[in-house]
């Protein structure tokens, strides 16, 4: 059987019979057949001039209000490009004690953010309906381009917290690679303080795009794909309930198939969902009971706002280098994988787990505004249609299958991960 071709976005892909793979020993790990999977993008011999300032405006703490931030100090290289620590929020501004109110995302794999758009439609598919939005940078997808994203932090007064434009591009100036900020942008640029800005913006999105440390590909999942490694029994058990649609159904947002061209799965397919993450009490903005973090539809997009089916979706996250995280979704309220696939498996069977009460009543989907609450996935398993009470979803073996093959997206594994497969595929 082979796993190539004709695969269609959200379809599932049957996998070998597991009924021969007792959980504690047996035979040995099954081999999965080899795919076509394509090193992309290629890497570059060199980073060009403007990646190569980028990656030194990117540790540049000299660019922030406090002297203290950096890009790397919220998305740290050590720790996958996501935040280094367990804070649900990361604190900034002049004096760094100011909180910021979303949880950093890694920023490996988000490279090839589709643009966003109102209305997706799978590509090449004549039946296909309305998927909804997807794409764009942000947890709303609020911002089209790494280069605009970057002028954001610096600006944002919990985060880098310059005053101005103006103010950044003057520290560039007097700063160390002002001449190399000349030779690459002309020497010319410091005279419009706008254009220098967005220049800063190109630096950067070059640096994210060009270096290999945002989208290495050096996970086990990427061995075994291509064939230079194998699945445990137990990895394998984990990525079938990941795939399978009626048990863990993660693929359908997570998605695990190769993309144009045989490209490595990204393992997300950047649309957006209303999960009902419980409200958390660590981010100092909840403790205004009226404040919503609402996603699409606000507070920090306004266009969709009166789109209210659209209140409290957010974008899917990438699930590569997920094990290695100890702050998850887009609040930052759990800590650990094994919290948050508890949390997919019980969610609505065991709501008590998640939800504080009111009055004696449990609120669920606390997150959200009563009057959105319709909006929250009840038609996607894990989440079909489960009540309180019920068996979950997903047992205690399944959540530790799924949580081994989830290690395997950790980077690191091998550095041949993704090249020529050391044997053929039968
Ligand atoms: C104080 C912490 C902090 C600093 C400093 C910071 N970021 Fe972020 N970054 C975040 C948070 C939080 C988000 C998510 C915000 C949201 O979704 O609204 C984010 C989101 C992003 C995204 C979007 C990722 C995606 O998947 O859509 C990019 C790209 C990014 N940051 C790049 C940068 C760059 C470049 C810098 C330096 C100029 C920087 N960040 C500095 C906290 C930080
Ligand atoms: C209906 C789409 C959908 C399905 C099905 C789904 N997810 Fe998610 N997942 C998302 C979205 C959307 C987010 C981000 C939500 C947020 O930030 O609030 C997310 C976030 C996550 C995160 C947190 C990642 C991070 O870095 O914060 C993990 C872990 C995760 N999913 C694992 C799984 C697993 C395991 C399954 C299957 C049992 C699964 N997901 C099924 C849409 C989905």
Avoid at 100 to 129: C, I, K, Q
Avoid at 176 to 185: M, S
Avoid at 362 to 375: G, S, T
Wanted: charged fraction near 20%; glycine fraction near 8%; proline fraction near 9%.
């Amino acid at each position: 059987m082979l796993l190539v071709g004709g695969v269609v976005a959200g379809a599932f892909i049957s996998l070998p019979s597991l009924a021969d793979t007792p959980r504690v020993s047996g035979p040995p790990p099954m081999q999965l057949p080899t795919r076509r999977w394509v090193r992309y993008p290629a890497v570059p011999a060199q980073l060009s001039p403007q990646a190569a300032l980028g990656k030194q405006i990117f540790f540049d703490a000299t660019l922030s209000a406090s002297g203290k931030m950096a890009c790397a100090s919220c998305h740290s290289p050590e720790h996958a490009y996501g935040p280094p620590n367990g804070l649900a929020v990361q604190l900034g501004g002049p004096d760094l004690k100011r909180p910021g109110t979303r949880a950093v995302p890694t920023l490996r794999y988000m490279t090839f953010t589709p643009e966003f758009t109102r209305h997706y439609y799978f590509p090449g598919s004549e039946d296909t309906e309305d998927e909804g939005p997807a794409g764009g940078f942000m947890r709303d997808g609020s911002i089209a381009s790494l280069h605009e994203q970057a002028g954001h932090p610096m600006l944002d007064p919990n985060e880098m917290a310059n005053t101005s434009r103006a103010v950044v591009v003057d520290k560039v100036q007097r700063g160390a690679y002002a001449n190399t900020f000349r030779q690459v942008f002309g020497a010319q640029i410091f005279a419009d303080a706008d254009k220098a800005f967005d220049s800063i913006g190109m630096a950067l999105q070059a640096f994210e795009t060009e270096d290999a440390s945002f989208h290495p590909y050096t996970s086990k999942f990427d061995s075994v794909m291509s064939g230079n490694a194998l699945f445990t029994a137990q990895e394998l058990r984990g990525y079938q309930l990941f795939n399978n649609p009626l048990k863990g159904n993660c693929a359908k947002c997570h998605f695990d198939q190769p993309g144009p061209g045989g490209r490595p799965a990204q393992f997300s397919d950047f649309q957006y969902a209303a999960l009902g993450v419980p409200r958390n009490a660590d981010i100092p903005a909840n403790r205004n009971p009226k404040y919503y973090d609402m996603g699409l539809c606000g507070p920090y997009r306004h266009d969709l706002a009166d789109e209210t089916d659209f209140c409290g979706l957010f974008k899917d996250a990438t699930l590569r280098n997920v094990a290695t995280r100890s702050v998850f979704f887009h609040n930052g309220r759990f800590h650990t994988l094994d919290e948050v696939l508890h949390f997919y498996a019980e969610r609505d069977t065991a709501p008590q787990k998640w939800y504080p009460k009111k009055n004696g009543k449990l609120v669920r989907y606390d997150d959200l505004p009563p009057k959105y609450r319709d909006n929250i996935d009840r038609l996607d398993p894990p989440f079909l249609n489960h009540n309180p009470g019920e068996p979950a979803p997903l047992n205690e073996a399944d959540i530790q299958d799924l949580a081994a093959f989830m290690r395997t997206l950790n980077d690191g594994y091998s550095s041949t991960s993704g090249g020529p497969a050391l044997h053929e595929a039968h």
